[in-house]
């Protein structure tokens, strides 16, 4: 509260739940993001880390010019559900099931989605800005890769980094993993990490139990959470695999027909 009054934001203090705060003129601030920058933080920098989060999350937009964006355009993987909730904040394009690639521009003290209205009075296209954010991501400083060794199973890589686009990464996977006709399992749990599982042959199977345990464990810990679900990238195709964690700890999963075909195949090949 002490950053909040600093920062002349006024919420009702009697009306806070679910890890969001209310003001008295009806706006909501939702504090996920700080539960978990804070939980990756020692105990005596929170105070630190909570002004810095909310002192961003609440900066006022300024008008932009076209001339200064251009280069900060970039693209991010976005859940529908964020998307659904204020379709008029974001320029959004499909991926796969609960998730649509949305243009964003990487300011200096924080990350802004572009609004339709902004590319009339950019008097520009969706599909330039597209190209363009595209190419400007893609151009990023590449990840670092992490295996995770599994016993009796293929490793897991990891493909993270600290910035707000790396799991944008995804959409270029062949930089950094060799492209195999029957495609990748990969998880997108926070804009920091993209999870990859190169299904090379039916040793991959036992590798989809950690796969959905670590989707889980990132999406509900780690900053900019996006999905816990997992997606089979073949081409330019993501397909989701509906999966979970059970209270006891199991990993299940759900492929569609499609993805059992492959399976069976994968199999009948051993």
Not at 36 to 48: D, G, I, T, V, Y
Not at 148 to 159: C, H, K, T, Y
Request: glycine letters at 6%; a negative charge; one cysteine or more.
């Amino acid at each position: 509260m002490e950053a909040l009054g600093e920062m002349q934001i006024v919420v009702d203090e009697d009306h806070i739940d679910h890890g969001v705060l209310h003001t008295p003129a009806g706006a909501s601030m939702g504090l996920a993001n700080v539960i978990r920058l804070c939980h990756a933080a020692p105990r005596e920098q929170w105070a630190a880390v909570i002004a810095d989060h909310l002192r961003r999350a609440t900066a006022q937009p300024a008008p932009l010019k076209f001339d200064y964006v251009a280069e900060r355009l970039r693209v991010r993987i976005t859940p529908e559900r964020l998307i659904e909730a204020n379709a008029h904040a974001y320029v959004a394009r499909a991926l796969g099931d609960g998730l649509r690639i949305t243009l964003a521009v990487d300011l200096p003290e924080h990350v802004v989605f572009v609004k339709p209205a902004e590319l009339v009075e950019w008097n520009q296209t969706a599909d330039a800005l597209f190209e363009r954010a595209m190419a400007n991501t893609e151009a990023e400083d590449e990840l670092e890769r992490y295996d995770i060794e599994l016993e009796d199973a293929p490793s897991i890589a990891i493909l993270a980094g600290g910035s707000y686009f790396a799991a944008s990464h995804a959409l270029f996977l062949e930089k950094y993993v060799p492209h195999h006709p029957n495609g990748a399992l990969i998880g997108v749990p926070d804009r920091h990490a993209i999870t990859v599982l190169p299904l090379l042959g039916v040793r991959a199977f036992a590798a989809f139990g950690p796969m959905v345990r670590l989707a889980a464990a990132r999406f509900a810990e780690e900053p900019g959470a996006i999905t816990d679900q997992l997606y089979w990238r073949r081409g330019e195709r993501w397909i989701r695999i509906p999966c979970g964690v059970r209270d006891d700890g199991t990993p299940w999963l759900a492929p569609p027909d499609e993805f059992n075909a492959l399976a069976e195949t994968l199999t009948k090949a051993e």
